[in-house]
T-cell receptor
Framework: KQEVTQIPAALSVPEGENLVLNCSFT??????LQWFRQDPGKGLTSLLL?????REQTSGRLNASLDKSSGRSTLYIAASQPGDSATYLC????????????FGKGTTLSVSS | DGGITQSPKYLFRKEGQNVTLSCEQN?????MYWYRQDPGQGLRLIYY???????QKGDIAEGYSVSREKKESFPLTVTSAQKNPTAFYLC???????????FGSGTRLTVV
């Protein structure tokens, strides 16, 4: 059964730092991988979607990479800002029809000014 | 603007009551999902539906029921059989189930 792990569970950095959030999954046969952001008490906002054939996706200061063979994805945030403070969730979709996204527990990021 | 609307934002349930959480989307997506989120845990799948009039159990379906009579709507009923319903409930949709997911803003259910 697919398992998704995110390390670290929490991260505190000063404003301006570049940082990397990690996501690992046990079954490399994934169809796509999606990164989300969640603010306290809110729903999930999609940040980036990476298809299994892609190696990375970029959106503004965010860059997500995917290495299926090693079962890993990273979310790189450049020049962090206090507004980036949130929980970041990684989720994978398998190839089996009728399966849904499987989520990690998230990394809670705090950026101090 | 297209999106997913969940209502109510907050819901309180007395012991032994059934309550229904609403989820409506105007994205013309075929697939819809219900997840439950507890503190310190990842999202867990309750039910999902890939087409109208069809739905499947997820990992934690016991004590919950759903219907999918319209493409736009996927209500979740939390029955009295669900012994620990206090949680944050999130609804999501996807074009076909193979694409990215869009989430609603969630409903926080509390047992009083």
């Amino acid at each position: 059964k697919q398992e998704v792990t995110q390390i670290p569970a929490a991260l505190s950095v000063p404003e301006g730092e570049n940082l990397v959030l990690n996501c690992s999954f046990t079954d490399s046969a994934i169809y796509n991988l999606q990164w989300f952001r969640q603010d306290p008490g809110k729903g999930l906002t999609s940040l980036l979607l990476i298809q299994s054939s892609q190696r990375e996706q970029t959106s503004g200061r965010l860059n997500a990479s995917l290495d299926k063979s090693s079962g890993r994805s990273t979310l790189y945030i450049a020049a962090s800002q206090p507004g980036d403070s949130a929980t970041y969730l990684c989720a994978v979709k398998g190839y089996q029809a009728g399966t849904a996204l499987i989520f990690g527990k998230g990394t809670t990021l705090s950026v101090s000014s | 603007d297209g999106g997913i609307t969940q209502s109510p934002k907050y819901l309180f349930r007395k012991e032994g009551q059934n309550v229904t959480l609403s989820c409506e989307q105007n994205l013309n997506h075929d697939a819809m999902y219900w997840y439950r989120q507890d503190p310190g845990q990842g999202l867990r799948l309750i039910y999902y539906s890939q087409i109208v009039n069809d739905f499947q159990k997820g990992d934690i379906a016991e004590g919950y029921s759903v219907s999918r009579e319209k493409k736009e709507s996927f209500p979740l009923t939390v029955t009295s059989a669900q012994k620990n319903p206090t949680a944050f409930y999130l609804c999501a949709s996807s074009i076909s189930g193979w694409d990215g997911y869009t989430f609603g803003s969630g409903t926080r259910l509390t047992v009083v």
